[in-house]
């Protein structure tokens, strides 16, 4: 399953919202419901981290500025007000078939 | 919450192999499942292979599959990775992360990195 991303670099004001698209070659729903799309955000010389998972789920401690949407082959990340801590590169994956696959990443900076 | 601890940057020569460790601790280790992934400086993140917790089962790229074994240890906790025949192509920072046997609640727990570098 391969995974595209857009865009791939994001330049983003303090306070203002931010989306990141994640498409996939095949749908992500599982027979129980679930689309298995991941997001992580890898922070500047640091290992990722789990953002959101199994499309709209936030990870323990994850701010609910941050929200996962979508289904099937189509899956947008969303900030709704982007803060300095946001700054990092983003990744979407499909966790639905071995090998888990990546998209290629989307840089957040601010302006 | 849990931690995986993973051992140190390691240098080796192109035909050589190398064993990166991944220790768990403040989790029940046959909870949850080992994958790995790597990323090559500047790049983006490759799935490498996942390893079941109590070392029954495991799963490689495609790419990778006839050079890597992953193995899990219930005794000490930890995970092990090992890449032969190592060319300059695999250099990158390898990551393991746990995995939820049974419910899918995302790669939650990422270790800090191994740097791996290949060169004459």
């Known amino acids: 399953i391969v995974m595209t991303q857009s865009p791939l670099s994001l330049s983003v004001t303090p306070g203002e919202p931010a989306s990141i698209s994640c498409r996939s070659t095949?749908?992500?729903?599982?027979?129980?419901?679930?689309?298995?799309l991941d997001w992580y955000l890898q922070k500047p010389g640091r290992s990722p981290q789990l953002l959101i998972y199994?499309?709209?789920n936030r990870a323990s401690g994850v701010p609910d500025r941050f929200s996962g949407s979508g289904s099937g082959t189509h899956f947008t990340l969303t900030i709704s007000r982007v803060e300095a801590d946001d700054v990092g590169v983003y990744y979407c994956?499909?966790?639905?078939?071995?090998?888990?696959?990546f998209g290629q990443g989307t840089k957040l900076e601010l302006k | 919450q849990g931690q995986l601890v993973q051992s140190g940057a390691e240098v080796r020569k192109p035909g050589a192999s190398v064993k990166v460790s991944c220790k768990a601790s403040?989790?029940?280790?046959?909870?949850?499942?080992i994958t790995w992934v790597r990323q090559v400086a500047g790049q983006g993140l490759e799935w490498v292979g996942w390893?079941?917790?109590?070392?029954?089962?495991?799963n490689y790229a495609h790419n990778l599959q006839d050079r890597v074994t992953m193995t899990a240890d219930t005794s000490t906790s930890t995970a092990h990775m090992e890449l032969k025949s190592l060319t300059s192509a695999d250099t990158a920072v390898y990551y393991c992360?746990?995995?939820?046997?049974?419910?899918?609640?995302?790669?939650?727990?990422w270790g800090q990195g191994t740097t791996v570098t290949v060169s004459s």
């Open positions: 095949q749908s992500l729903l599982h027979s129980s419901g679930s689309n298995y």
């Open positions: 390893v079941s917790s109590d070392n029954s089962k495991a």
């Open positions: 199994l499309n709209s």
């Open positions: 994956m499909q966790a639905l078939q071995t090998p888990g696959t």
């Open positions: 403040g989790y029940i280790f046959t909870e949850y499942d």
């Open positions: 992360v746990r995995e939820h046997r049974v419910y899918y609640y995302g790669m939650d727990v």
